[in-house]
């Protein structure tokens, strides 16, 4: 039996509401907007490694590592939670059959299965510069098979959520630079992916 | 009257106590500690079930509900607990008297609900109803944490009777059975200077849940059902 | 600390023996408490080899097989088969049905000095419960009446052995006393097994929709199958129920969406069922029912792409097959929705396809359709059932599977089959009128 996950990301998007909510007077993080400003659209992009993480079927040789990348538009208030939206690349897991038999002969097959995310994140610095970022919404997964020489490739929305760890550093006036660590997961297909990523961000508007 | 109607009603009484309560409260709607005498405390708020692939296959496996529950502190460390969860194919109204003390920061209750769970289902292709009695004797601990309240609810799901009709057919059974467990955490705390709220989790491990009746399900195996529950303190 | 029963004071901080306490470590906590309650069934798989069992005894005759049909008292074994159990001629063997948890005991036959030997598995098809299953007929307890040709009667014929777990162990005395004929009524009834013989959820040992579970059917007590047709991109209709290829039926494998985005060729390179099979092409399926098995009816129910004209061309072209076999087969096209209705009325010679039609009677009317098969949850619907007979239509029940529902439904109603996963519960209750 599975029970859904979107469910406790719920949960944990709603505790970090109130987590906000308490340290909505303590002093401001330092990736929080300049003083002069009250909010700024920050963007994020990064990139990275993955690596599919749930379990798979013993008869497939899946190749579980590959390469992922992403960007976050994100709404930077004087308040401590943040908000915005997530989306990028990333590869689930791929494989190789050698000289599959089926009704029409043998074959040598091949599947690659790639998601691409669509999240509504909700983000907190956490202690100093460590930032966890919660997400909820789903994934186009996409699937690039090949056999008998003929190649498709489909496409099919699955809900999902994320939850993340990133930690940065400012390095030029207001971009900053860091690691994030995250987890995908699509749920409703059963995938997930832990990605490693090095990441930049800046504000692209302030007011 | 019409079941809108009922529901209001149902809930309107539910919500009642809080309306007259004393100045003091009792400490939240899950934690088991005990309150002034004849203080009472009640909560609205959202369930939303998983329901087991088993059981829903391919169609849409979550149903929302909604939650009223109320709790009037007695004397002796008596309480009266009282709940509604309403959705109209699945419906549960639950009544339960506690007995509850405190240790410090940690407090403990034991107790005995009753709820009698009715549902119609008139959609294209089906002409059912459904009613029937749940015992849920139970356990909670909760831990005071300052400015939350944890909890944890061990419960006994003994179904009583169970009472379906399709169309001009019906079956009833009646017996005592012990058909599963359920295990509910919850947390409340402030999200604003008088306003509380508590978000929870319950993990029913059962052969039979109310609000799947109209999948007249046949598995004589324990399925894990999980709840989302998340509402304010009124 | 709050002191008991003191009001609420919304406080900013959490704290307990110098800890900090954090919405997200609870939240967390919780988490992997609900991952640790995923499970997965594992069935058991009996410790018995029927065909090592039974090397050394002779085949036993069809007509011995069909001579020990028949509702037994059980006399010791009510654990396994309650009071009253159906003895069956299935297949090659016998099967035993029980209204205990829908359980049915497969058995294979043979004889060895003059007495009739079964051995086999018995399964519940509610649960996951299963094991193994060893009796035989002496020749004074009535196997000599039998091979000698003779009837069971009354008393005359006593099956004795045990059963046990799925490991052999803890056996119990089984004991079996001939009671009286089967019932058979005035017609002909269908038990009709869901999806060739169930649902993936009761966990049986193929996947739901394949011919290996095709071929058990009628050991689980159909005399008929429901299995659902699909089409693929390039146009071949195949069995397989839900819209999309998910964990339900298939293991991982990466393809997304729904059959009709992908060719057989396709299909066949990348997926398998729960059970490891191939998803099984209509061809394949009814081959399979109509070389491999005795059952006389066929539902195919229209699912999503599939045009009710292929169906309508491969049901001819099974049917003209299975008179050229001089097979007794009915195949049906099922039409579940208003869109495969109006595809079968396009059909220039639809009035001469064999129809069942799940919407209102006068959607049967309108098209023709030899039988009305309502959801069971409308209920027995005995005015309507009596309006469709008098206008020589058949009624069939879907689907189901409570065994109360099942009981009223046989004595209540007037229905001439039912639709069930457990087609061992429905054939117990129609035997034992």
């Excluded at chain 1, 994020?44 to 599919?52: E, T």
């Excluded at chain 2, 004797?137 to 831990?143: L, S």
């Excluded at chain 3, 002496?138 to 777990?165: K, P, Q, W």
């Excluded at chain 3, 060729?265 to 009814?286: C, D, H, W, Y």
Aim: aromatic residues 8%; contains cysteine.
């Amino acid at each position: 039996m599975r029970v859904s996950i979107s469910l406790l990301v719920a949960l944990i998007l709603a505790a970090a509401a109130v987590h906000g909510q308490e340290h909505a007077t303590e002093p401001r993080p330092a990736s929080a907007p300049p003083r002069d400003t009250t909010a700024a659209l920050v963007l994020s992009l990064g990139g990275g490694a993955s690596r599919y993480v749930m379990p798979h079927d013993a008869r497939l040789d899946i190749d579980r590592e590959g390469a992922a990348y992403m960007f976050r538009l994100c709404l930077h208030t004087s308040r401590r939670l943040r908000a915005g939206v997530e989306s990028g690349w990333t590869l689930f897991y791929s494989y190789e059959l050698n000289d599959v038999e089926t009704s029409f002969g043998h074959t040598d097959a091949g599947l690659t299965l790639s998601a691409i995310p669509v999240l509504a994140v909700f983000s907190m610095p956490v202690f100093g510069s460590l930032t966890v970022h919660a997400g909820t919404g789903g994934y186009f997964v996409r699937s690039h098979a090949t056999s008998f020489g003929e190649t498709v490739d489909v496409v099919r929305f699955a809900q999902g959520w994320m939850a993340a760890l990133s930690w940065d550093v400012g390095v030029f006036r207001q971009t900053r630079v860091g690691a994030e660590l995250k987890w995908y997961g699509a749920t409703e297909f059963d995938d997930g992916v832990v990605l490693l990523q090095l990441r930049m961000s800046f504000p692209l508007l302030t007011w | 009257m019409n079941r809108t109607s009922h529901t209001v009603i149902v809930l309107l009484l539910l919500l009642l106590p809080s309306a007259l309560r004393a100045q003091e409260t009792p400490e939240g709607m899950h934690f088991p500690a005990p309150g002034p005498v004849w203080s009472s405390q009640s909560a609205i708020g959202l369930r939303l079930l998983t329901v087991p692939r088993d059981i829903a296959e391919e169609e849409l496996n979550k149903a929302p509900s909604i939650e009223a529950q109320s709790v009037l502190s007695l004397p002796w460390h008596f309480s009266v607990r009282g709940g509604a969860v309403l959705q109209v194919l699945t419906n549960e109204l639950r009544l339960g008297t506690h007995w509850s003390w405190r240790l410090g920061d940690v407090s403990m209750s034991v107790g005995d609900d009753w709820a009698f769970w009715f549902g119609f289902m008139n959609l294209d292709g089906f002409d059912n109803r459904a009613n029937g009695w749940i015992n849920y004797p139970g356990v909670a601990v909760g831990i005071d944490l300052g400015a939350a309240r944890l909890s944890a609810r061990g419960e006994g799901i003994f179904l009583l009777s169970q009472h379906t009709l399709a169309g001009e057919s019906e079956v009833s059974s009646t017996k005592r059975m012990l058909v599963g467990t359920a295990l509910t955490l919850a947390m409340e705390q402030p999200i604003s200077r008088g306003t509380e709220m508590y978000l929870g989790v319950r993990l029913s491990r059962t052969k039979f849940h109310y609000q799947t009746w109209f999948a007249f399900s046949t598995f004589d195996r324990h399925l894990l059902f999980s709840e989302l529950l998340i509402g304010v303190l009124l | 600390m709050m002191s008991p029963g003191a009001p609420r004071v919304p406080s900013t901080r959490w704290g307990i023996g110098g800890v900090r306490w954090h919405p997200g470590r609870l939240l967390l906590l919780v988490l992997l408490l609900q991952l640790s309650c995923n499970e997965e069934v594992v069935l058991p798989v009996p410790a018995i080899d029927v065909a090592a069992e039974l090397a050394g005894t002779r085949a036993l005759p069809p007509a011995v097989l069909t001579a020990m049909e028949g509702v037994y008292e059980v006399i010791d074994g009510q654990a396994l088969l309650g009071r009253e159990a159906v003895v069956k001629h299935t297949g090659s063997g016998l099967s035993i049905f029980t209204d205990r948890d829908a359980g049915v005991v497969m058995l294979e036959c043979g004889i060895a000095d003059s007495a009739i030997i079964v051995v086999g598995t018995w399964r519940k098809l509610t649960g996951t419960e299963t094991g193994v299953f060893r009796a035989s007929i002496s020749e004074l307890h009535g196997a000599a009446r039998l091979l000698a040709g003779g009837t069971a009667e009354a008393g005359a014929v006593t099956v004795l052995g045990d059963f046990g777990n799925a490991t052999g162990k803890g056996m119990r005395p089984l004991q079996l006393v001939y009671r009286r004929p089967l019932y058979h009524g005035p017609r002909p009834f269908l038990v009709i097994a869901h999806r060739a013989g169930g649902r993936n959820s009761d966990h049986l040992p193929a996947s739901e929709n394949t011919a290996e579970l095709v071929r058990m059917a009628e050991r689980f007590g159909a005399n008929g199958v429901e299995i659902d047709v699909q089409v693929t991109r390039d146009g071949v209709p195949v069995v397989y129920h839900d819209e999309t290829l998910n964990l339900r039926l298939t293991q991982k494998s990466g393809l997304v969406g729904s059959i009709s985005d992908y060719t057989l060729a396709q299909i066949e390179s990348f997926v398998r069922l729960k059970n490891g099979e191939r998803i099984p092409t209509l061809r394949r399926m009814l081959g399979t029912i109509l070389r491999q098995t005795t059952l006389r009816f066929v539902w195919l129910d229209s699912k999503y792409t599939v045009p009710v004209a292929l169906l309508r061309d491969l049901q001819r072209a099974y049917v003209d097959s299975a008179r050229h076999f001089n097979r007794d087969l009915t195949i049906v096209i099922g039409l579940p929705d208003a869109e495969k209705v109006d595809q079968l009325l396009r059909i220039p010679d639809y009035e001469d396809a064999t129809v069942l039609c799940e919407l209102d009677v006068e959607t049967v009317r309108r098209t023709h359709a030899e039988i009305w098969a309502p959801r069971w949850t409308m209920g027995t619907q005995n005015a309507l059932v009596a309006a469709m007979h008098a206008e020589g239509r058949l009624v069939l029940s879907w689907t189901l599977d409570n065994a109360e529902y099942i009981q009223q439904f046989l004595r209540d109603g007037d229905v001439d089959g039912i639709l069930s996963n457990y087609p061992s519960l429905v054939a117990y209750y129609h035997f034992v009128q």
